[in-house]
């Protein structure tokens, strides 16, 4: 069956840096354009990063283009999201989730990124 | 501020039918038939509920059906039981922003 696991997310001060990352089973992943998808401690989902089958198209939310980059390794069945210079608003439980036609047709458990002095 | 508008709660009591609206623009949800809804359950990841408007995935009860009319988009859960309680948020496929949410509506089951 489809599981994503994400990894990575860690208690870090404003201004630093963090990899998350997405491991991928149960399906073909270099088929499937992947998203990650954030939501802020009782707040809701917001779509901040997309990446095509390929790698080839990537799409980034103004809340974090510049500061945050997607990436994959089809090789490894992997997605990541190398993300800088983060502040207190970038605390959230970020998921990776697949894309089928701009719908998340499944997500991860998710992983806690704080940011916070 | 999200980009398509939610009431923030709405209540049923068991067996009972309601409906969530999710206002876009002709940019998101009155231009694409890409609407879906997803369930998360505290604590939980989000689940896919309803794509592509009003279409099902597998294993979701037939409860559950949607729709859209013009720039608005509606869930609607029909014979409502204790465990559809959960928030439920909206997205839509948008012009130059790949996809976009609602801010997510609370569902309590009375």
């Known amino acids: 069956q489809v599981k994503l696991v994400e990894s990575g997310g860690d208690l870090v001060k404003p201004g630093g840096s963090l990899r998350l990352s997405c491991a991928a089973s149960?399906?073909?992943?270099?088929?499937?354009?992947m998203n990650w998808i954030r939501q802020a401690p009782g707040k809701g989902l917001e779509y901040i990063s997309s990446?095509?089958?390929?790698?080839?198209?990537?799409y980034y939310a103004d809340s974090v283009k510049g500061r945050f980059a997607i990436s994959r390794d089809n090789a490894k069945n992997s997605l990541y999201l190398h993300m800088n210079s983060l502040s207190v608003e970038d605390t959230a439980v970020y998921y990776c989730?697949?894309?089928?036609?701009?719908?998340?047709?499944?997500w991860g458990q998710g992983t806690l990124v704080t940011v916070s002095s | 501020q999200s980009a398509l508008t939610q009431p923030p709660s709405a209540s049923g009591s068991p067996g009972q039918s309601v409906t969530i609206s999710c206002t876009g623009t002709?940019?998101?949800?009155?231009?694409?038939?890409?609407v879906s809804w997803y369930q998360q359950h505290p604590g939980k990841a989000p689940k896919l509920m309803i794509y592509e408007v009003n279409k099902r995935p597998s294993g979701v009860p037939g409860r559950f059906s949607g729709s859209k009319f013009g720039n608005t988009a509606s869930l609607t859960v029909s014979g409502l039981q204790a465990e559809d309680e959960a928030d439920y948020y909206c997205?839509?496929?948008?012009?130059?922003?790949?996809?976009?949410f609602g801010g997510g509506t609370k569902l309590t089951v009375l």
């Open positions: 149960g399906f073909n992943f270099g088929d499937y354009h």
């Open positions: 989730t697949r894309e089928n036609y701009y719908r998340s047709d499944y």
């Open positions: 997205s839509s496929a948008a012009v130059n922003k790949k996809v976009v």
């Open positions: 990446i095509a089958f390929s790698a080839t198209d990537t």
């Open positions: 002709s940019s998101d949800v009155g231009g694409y038939e890409y």
